[in-house]
């Protein structure tokens, strides 16, 4: 391991956990391609947009218990 490497690894660990965890998101983001980083722009548009809708009450909310239980219907049926 380089110096540099070195160095920056040992700044990079002396951040806060959530520092660190959006150091690593940006450095992973650095990889993608331009069209991989317009679908992640896209998709959080989308997000922030179901979010307000949310907040609005626009959007109707089904508990995770509802979900379960009609993909187990689903299988039972399918099965």
Same mark, same amino acid.
């Given at each position: 391991?380089? *110096? @540099? =490497?070195?160095?920056?690894?040992?700044? !990079?660990?002396?951040?806060?956990?959530?520092?660190? %965890?959006?150091?690593?998101? $940006?450095?992973?983001?650095?990889?993608?391609?331009? *069209? @991989? =980083?317009?679908?992640?722009?896209?998709? !959080?548009?989308?997000?922030?947009?179901?979010?307000? %809708?949310?907040?609005?009450? $626009?959007?109707?909310?089904?508990?995770?218990?509802?979900?379960?239980?009609?993909?187990?219907?689903?299988?039972?049926?399918?099965?």
């Amino acid at each position: 391991m380089s *110096a @540099q =490497r070195a160095k920056v690894l040992e700044d !990079a660990l002396s951040l806060s956990p959530a520092e660190r %965890a959006e150091l690593v998101d $940006e450095l992973l983001a650095s990889l993608d391609s331009p *069209a @991989q =980083r317009r679908i992640d722009h896209l998709w !959080a548009q989308e997000a922030e947009g179901r979010l307000d %809708a949310f907040d609005r009450g $626009e959007i109707k909310t089904v508990s995770a218990k509802q979900v379960f239980e009609e993909l187990d219907r689903r299988k039972t049926d399918a099965g």
